[in-house]
C-alpha cells in the first residue's frame, strides 16, 4: 500500500512540473506579445490553453491515482494546489481558477469509478472551471470543463474442446471519452470454483492487437462449472485503470 502511494505522489508530482513548465513558458509569451495588439491576441488565446491544459494534466494525474486505489478526495486537494500555483504564478495582476467538482450521481467529489458484471467498466473525472485574470490592460473570464473518462467494454465466449476444457476468448474494447483508445497494459483472470485465476502460456494464452482499440484474448482452461466469470483489467496509454467483469457464454 506504501509503495503504491507513493508511486501516486510521484506521478502527480511530475503532472504539477509538466502544468507549471506549460503555463511558465506561455506567461512569457503573453507578456512579450503585448508589444502588437494582434500578437497579444493570439498571446492571450495560447496562455488561456495553456491553463486549460494545465488543468487537464491534473484532473488526469487525479484519475490515475484514483483508478488504481487512492482516495477520490485527491482530486480536489490536487485542483486547490494547481488554483494555488496559478494565482501566485502572475505577478501583473490577480490570477484566480475556482472549480467545481461534479457531485451528481453517479460522481462523488468529481469521480465515477465503476467495475460491473455486465461487461462494462469506467472510470471517469468531470470538474467545472473558471479562470479569472486582471491586471495591465488583460482581462479574462473564461468558464471550461474538463471530463477525462476512460471505459473498457468486454465480451466472452467459449467452446467445450473435450471434457472440462474449454476455449475461452475475449473481446476487449478500449475507450478514451468514448473513442477507441489503447492500451498499455491488459491483464484477464477467469472464475474456476470460486477462484480468479491468470491464464498463461500453459494454457495457450495469446492476445490479439489490432490497433483499433480492440483486443482478442484466448486461452484454453480446465473448467468443471458451465457458467464462470471473466474479468479484465486494462490499463490505458494515460495510466488509468479500468476494470470489467462478465459472464462467459458457449457457443
Given at each position: 500500500?506504501t509503495?503504491?502511494?507513493n508511486?501516486?505522489q510521484?506521478?502527480l508530482?511530475?503532472i504539477?512540473?509538466v ?6 513558458s506561455?506567461?512569457?509569451?503573453f507578456?512579450v506579445g ?18 486549460k491544459?494545465?488543468s487537464k494534466?491534473?484532473v488526469v494525474?487525479s484519475?490515475v ?10 482530486l480536489?486537494l ?5 488554483s494555488?500555483?496559478l ?7 490577480k ?9 451528481a450521481s453517479?460522481?462523488s467529489s ?11 467498466g ?7 472551471f473558471n ?5 495591465r490592460?488583460?482581462a479574462?473570464n473564461?468558464d471550461?470543463?474538463?471530463?477525462v ?5 468486454i ?5 467445450v474442446v473435450?471434457?472440462?476444457d474449454?476455449?475461452i476468448?475475449?473481446?476487449i474494447s478500449?475507450l478514451?471519452?468514448?473513442e477507441?483508445?489503447?492500451a498499455n497494459?491488459i491483464?484477464?483472470?477467469y472464475?474456476?470454483s470460486g477462484?480468479?485465476l491468470?491464464p498463461d ?8 492487437d489490432?490497433g483499433t ?7 484454453v482452461a480446465d ?7 471473466v ?8 495510466g ?10 458457449q457457443?
Amino acid at each position: 500500500m506504501t509503495q503504491k502511494s507513493n508511486s501516486g505522489q510521484i506521478l502527480l508530482i511530475s503532472i504539477f512540473i509538466v502544468a507549471l513548465l506549460l503555463l511558465s513558458s506561455e506567461l512569457y509569451i503573453f507578456e512579450v506579445g503585448k508589444i502588437t495588439h494582434e500578437t497579444e491576441l493570439n498571446s492571450l488565446e495560447d496562455f488561456v490553453l495553456a491553463i486549460k491544459l494545465g488543468s487537464k494534466h491534473v484532473v488526469v494525474g487525479s484519475l490515475v491515482n484514483a483508478s488504481h486505489g487512492g482516495p477520490l478526495s485527491s482530486l480536489s486537494l490536487n485542483l486547490q494546489e494547481w488554483s494555488s500555483l496559478l494565482g501566485r504564478q502572475y505577478q501583473f495582476g490577480k490570477s484566480s481558477l475556482a472549480y467545481t467538482l461534479k457531485d451528481a450521481s453517479p460522481y462523488s467529489s468529481g469521480i465515477w469509478i465503476y467495475q460491473g458484471t455486465d461487461g462494462y467498466g469506467i472510470a471517469s473525472a468531470y470538474v467545472s472551471f473558471n479562470y479569472k485574470l486582471s491586471g495591465r490592460e488583460t482581462a479574462i473570464n473564461q468558464d471550461f470543463f474538463i471530463n477525462v473518462t476512460s471505459a473498457v467494454i468486454i465480451e466472452s465466449t467459449f467452446q467445450v474442446v473435450g471434457g472440462d476444457d474449454k476455449r475461452i476468448n475475449v473481446t476487449i474494447s478500449v475507450l478514451n471519452e468514448m473513442e477507441p483508445a489503447l492500451a498499455n497494459q491488459i491483464l484477464i483472470s477467469y472464475e474456476r470454483s470460486g477462484v480468479w485465476l491468470v491464464p498463461d502460456e500453459a494454457n495457450d494464452y495469446t492476445i490479439s492487437d489490432f490497433g483499433t482499440g480492440t483486443y482478442v484474448a484466448s486461452f484454453v482452461a480446465d473448467i468443471p462449472a458451465s457458467s464462470f466469470g471473466v474479468s479484465t483489467q486494462v490499463v490505458d496509454t494515460r495510466g488509468i485503470l479500468v476494470q470489467a467483469n462478465v459472464t462467459s457464454v458457449q457457443i
